[in-house]
């Protein structure tokens, strides 16, 4: 799902820095990976890499077999339209839209009718846990209200690639725990690939595998035994 093969990425030039060093990196259909390591040391610009918002100055980085640097800005944008779910730190909900309306967007991006598409996010809000919740805008929830919205809408058109960036940095312990369930559960029933950049181990203990960066390296690539021994190894 994901494979990434001697990937550099540099910034400036002259004496350029070097947030991503020689990278090669794979992850098979639904796995889960978490990507831990200290700031600066090159975990959001390895998302950014995978989800197309940025390019490796050299190497190549391929999402479900599609070389994304032969890509469009527009074949970029379908892609993660299509294929990539993103659960950001910082929720990204649009403030102006109700939670039935956010969950409902990539549907409607997607083409698909207001009705059928609003139809399935209040299935899924449901799912989540949301469903006296659907009417109300952003400002009106909790945080981890708000979460369980982005997982909705990550999740709405069912993508083969889920990406989070910390997203349980923003929450309490206790929610953070209670979203960590819910994301472990959907990820189960979906099987989507899921790449996690976290600082917090029980959150990559939820995950199959551990990577941790440093400095731009791979330093460990490692099983996650809590997640092995729930079975999800």
């Known amino acids: 799902m994901i494979e990434l093969t001697n990937v550099t990425r540099s910034y400036g030039t ?11 990196l794979h ?4 796995e889960r990976v978490a990507v831990m390591g200290p ?6 610009t390895l998302l950014n890499l995978i989800c197309g918002l940025d390019e490796p100055t050299s190497g190549s980085v391929k999402v479900d ?7 469009t800005d527009d074949a970029r944008t379908r892609l993660r339209r299509e294929k990539i779910g993103m659960i950001f730190q910082t929720f990204n909900l649009l403030p102006t839209l ?4 956010n969950v409902a967007l990539p549907l409607r991006l997607q083409g698909l009718s207001k ?8 299935s899924m809000l449901n799912h989540v846990g949301l469903t006296g919740r659907v009417i109300h805008r952003p400002d009106e929830l909790s945080g981890g209200e708000r979460q369980r919205v982005a997982i909705a809408r990550a999740l709405i058109f069912r993508p083969p690639l889920l990406l989070g960036d ?18 472990d559960d959907l990820q189960q029933e979906y099987q989507s690939t899921l790449l996690m950049v976290t600082h917090n181990a029980e959150a990559a203990g939820y ?3 551990v990577i941790t960066l440093h400095d731009g390296e791979i330093l460990n690539d490692v099983p996650c035994g809590a997640a092995a021994a729930r079975g999800n190894g």
Do not use: F, M, W, Y
């Open 65 to 71: 077999g599609v070389e994304l640097s032969g890509l």
């Open 39 to 44: 700031s600066g040391s090159g975990k959001s």
């Open 166 to 183: 910390e997203p349980t940095g923003n929450l309490d312990s206790h929610t953070g725990a209670e979203i960590l369930r819910l994301l």
């Open 207 to 209: 995950c199959n595998r």
């Open 115 to 122: 009705k059928d598409a609003e139809s399935r996010a209040a």
């Open 27 to 30: 992850v098979g259909p639904a």
């Open 98 to 101: 109700t939670a039935l309306e």
């Open 14 to 24: 002259g004496s350029a820095v070097l947030a991503l060093k020689n990278i090669s």
